[in-house]
C-alpha cells in the first residue's frame, strides 16, 4: 500500500481583515445617521426596561422620566442616556459585529435588529471609545483602546467592573475623532448641530412626544411631527358639507404588524403664481411634503417624494412643488425583524411584501388630494377658504379623532383592514350672476401696483388683481 | 423703483466705505488689476463711482435687472464702460452665466429684502468665486416686518419664518427677534451656517467672515464682509486684519452703525481730538459742552460712533452743479 501522500496545503484563512471590515461598515452611512443609531440604542434600552417594569402611565407616554444627551466638540463626542443600561447577559449582542442567531428575539417595539448599529457608530467616529453601563444586576466598562484597529488578532474589547454610575443606563464616549468627524464637529459645528437637531425633532418627533428628553450640546430638542388639517365636522353628518380630512387606513398583519395610515393636507395649495415663481426663485429653504415612514415610533423615511412613496407610479404624478401641500405618514409597529425596514434603520425595504400592500393604499389615499389639487390649482383663493376651518393634527390626534369617523372594511384590498375615504370638495362651475377675470402682467408691474395699493411689492399676484378691481368698482359706483 | 436720496442714507455710506477699507487691506495695488467687481449698483451707482476713484484699474460689472434703472445708470456711468460693464439680467442669472476661472471677485450683494433665494444665491457664488475673493452680503434686517398684536397672526408669521428658512436656522432657534441688534446676529447666524452648507469643512476652500454691521437709515439693515481663502492660508488673512477696528473674524455679534447728525461746523471741531483709543464719547462730549441727544449717556454713545466712523463719516454739502 503506497503511503498517503502527504498534504502540502493547509487552511486558507477566510477571516475578514480588520480595517476593511470595520471600513465597509461605516463607509456606506452618514455621520447623522451613524447618531441616530446610538439614539435607537437608547430607546431599545427603555423598551427592554419597560418590559421589566410595566407600568400604565407608560402604555400613554411610554417614554417619559427617560432622557439622553448628545456632545460634541472637536475632540470628543458622547451620548449619556438613564435607558436601563446594557444587561450583562446581552454583551455578546451588544458588543459582537452583527447579531448572534441564537440570541432571543428583542422586546417588541425595538428597532434594532442587525447588532451593528451600536458598533458602525463609534468607528464611523472615532478609533478610541469608552462604554459605561449600569443596569439592575450589572455595572460595567468597556474599552475600545487606541490602536484595537490595528492588531488584526485581537477582536475582543476588555470589560471591567466599574462604580462610576450613578443611574441605570449607559455613556458612551468616542474619542480619538477621524480628522473629518473632527471637523464637522468643529469647523461645520453650526451647520451640523442645526441639521442633526432637524434629524432627530423630525426622525425622533413620536418618542419625544411621547416623552423622551433629548438635548444636543445642552440645547433640548422640540418635536417637529408632520401635522395633517381635519376639520372636525358637526354639520357634516346632517347637511353633507365636503371637507378638508385625511384618508385614513388600519389594518394588523398576521404576524402581528399594526399598520396605521394618514394622508392629507398640511397647508393650502399653493396658487398657480407661487407654484410658477418657485421655478425661478427658491422660496423655501426646505420643502415638507411627502410620505414620513415610521416603525416602532421611529421615522426611518421623512417626507420622501420619490417612487418608494408611490410618486410618479401607477397613475400618480411625479411630485411637483404644486403637490407641497400633501404629506403623508405610515406606522407600522411590532416585532422590529416583521417590519420593513433596512439595516441601516434609515430606509423603507421597498422590496417587503407588507411595504408593497400598503404602498397600494399610500397611493389609494395620495390620490385623493392631487385630484383636489389639479382641480382647484386655478382658483387656489377659494380652495383657501375650505382649509380655513381645518385645524392641524398630529397622527396620534388625527387616531383621536378618528374614533368620531366611519371606517368602511376593505376586505376585498390586500391586506384587508378597514379605511375612511374623505369626500373632498369640488369646483363647482360658477354661478350664472358671476364672472371669472383673470389676466397676465409682468412681475415688475404687479409688484409697482402692489407696492403702490399695500405698500408691499411682494403681495398675491391675485389680491392685487382683486384689489384693483375693487377700488375700480368703488369709484364706478 | 424709487430709491431713498444718498444724504438720507449716512450709515450705509459709512459701510460703503468699511469695504474699500476692506479691500485695501486684502489686496495689494499691484494685484487690484487681476480682481474684478461686481455690484447691484442702484440706479447712481456710488459703489462703481467709489471704486473708480480709487481703484481705477479695476475691472467693474454692475448687475441690474430693471430696464429703467439700467437707463439711469447709463446716465450715471462713472467711467467708459470698457472699464465697466453693466449687465441686464436678474443676478441668479449671472451666477448661472459666471465663471470664475481663478479669477478673483469682489462681489457685493446688495439686497433690500430678507429672502431665502438670497441666501441660496450667496451659498451658490460662494462655490464658484475663487480663492482670495472678497463677498459682502447686504440683507433687510427689520424686525417690524415680523411682528403683529395679533398673537394668532404672530406665530402665523414665525410659523412663515421657521419654514423659509429651516435649512439655515441655527440651533434653539424658537422666536423672532425684537431688537435690531439680536435680529441682526440671527441673520448673521443664517449667514454663518449657510457658508458652512456652501464651503464644508472638506473643501479646501473656507469663508472668512471679517466685518460685520447692522444699521438703521430707514429699516433695519444688515451686512458682512468676508473673505473666500484656501483653509490653509487662513491664518495669514486673519493676521491681516487682527488690527483692524472693525473686525470681526469669528463671527462675534455684529457692530453697530449709528452715526450721529451733526454739523459740519461741529465735526471739524470734533476731529481735532480724533483718533483717541479710549473714552472717545466721554472726551468729545467734554469738548463740545452740550448734548446732542436727551442724554449724557445717549450722547457719549452718539459721540463715540462718530468717533469710531469719522474718517468713513461723508460731508454732505451744497454745491454748484
Sequence with gaps: MAAEKQNPYKAVSAAPVKSFFVHMLTRDIRLEDAILDLLDNCVDGILRAKRSKPSPRRETSPYAGFWAEIKFDKTSFSIADNCGGIPWSLHEYAFRMGRDPSRPPDALGTVGAYGVGMKRAIFKLGTQCVIETKNATDAYEVDIPQGWMEDETNWSFPALPTKKMKHEGTTLVVGSLHPGISDRFSVDAQDFQSKLERMVATHYAFIIHKGLKVSINGIAVRPRPTKLLFTRSTRKAAKKIKEIQPFLFRTKTADGVEVFLAVGFTQPIPSLDQVENEQTEKRYSSEDAGWTIVCNDRAVVYCDRTELTGWGEAGIPRYHTQFIAISGVVEFKGDASKLPTTTTKRDVDASSPLYLQVKNKMREGMRIFTDYTNKWKARADESRDHMKAGTLLTLEE????????????????????????????????????????????????????AEHMFDEPDMDPSEVGEACFDAFLKEAR | MKAPPYHLRPNKAVDRLTLIDAIKLVVAQTELGEYTYYGMGGPYLEDFRLMYELYPHMRMVCIEKDENVCKRQLFHLPCRSHRLRLEKMPLSSFLAKYEAKDEKSIFWLDYTKLRFSYLDEFMDLLGKVGANSLIKITLRCNPPDYQDTQPAEQTKKLERFKRTFETVLPTAFSALPVKLEDFALLIQNMVRIASQKALPSATPTMFLPIASFYYSDSSGIFTLTGIVCLRKEMSRFRELFKRWQFANLDWVAPKEINVPSLSTKERLHLQRHLPRRKNAGRRLLRSLGYLIDRDEATTEIQLQQYADFHRYFPYFIKAIP
Design chain 1, 398 to 449: 388625527v387616531k383621536v379623532e378618528s374614533a368620531h369617523l366611519k371606517f368602511t372594511p376593505t376586505t376585498t384590498s390586500v391586506p384587508p383592514g378597514e379605511q375612511y375615504k374623505p369626500q373632498l370638495p369640488t369646483p363647482k362651475k360658477l354661478d350664472s350672476r358671476y364672472r371669472r377675470i383673470s389676466y397676465v402682467k409682468t412681475v415688475e408691474d404687479v409688484q409697482k401696483v
